[in-house]
């Protein structure tokens, strides 16, 4: 089993900044994928940012060149730095990791960001 853990969500004014780490344990790969996921009201999951255990990244259109993922070195940690959010930012953004061998989906209990004035 594997254990996500998120931290760092909150309010924040638009323009504003804030960094979501997710810390993983348990029954962690060194080849197993990691990300950012959101869910706003009503809305489905969708994938925001995403990270391989080589490094790779992508980002969906609507967050690139405002958010970068991170992943450290040892691979358990995985963050999120959002700048210049805006107010459709807001929504639950959960961590994920993939074990693309057993194709398999771990989640995190989520965190919310309310990107507001």
């Known amino acids: 089993q594997v254990q996500l853990v998120e931290s760092g969500g909150g309010l924040v004014q638009p323009g504003g900044s804030l960094r979501l780490s997710c810390a993983a344990s348990?029954?962690?790969?060194?080849?197993?994928?990691m990300g950012w996921y959101r869910q706003a009201p009503g809305k489905q999951r969708d994938l925001v940012a995403g990270i391989t255990s080589r490094g790779y990244t992508n980002y969906s259109d609507s967050v690139k060149g405002r958010f970068t993922i991170s992943r450290d070195s040892d691979k358990n940690t995985v963050h999120l730095q959002m700048n210049s959010l805006k107010p459709e930012d807001t929504a639950v953004y959960y961590c994920?990791?993939?074990?693309?061998?057993?194709?398999?989906?771990?989640w995190g209990k989520g965190t919310l960001v309310t990107v507001s004035s």
């Open positions: 348990g029954s962690i790969f060194c080849f197993d994928a």
């Open positions: 994920n990791l993939h074990n693309p061998l057993y194709g398999v989906d771990f």
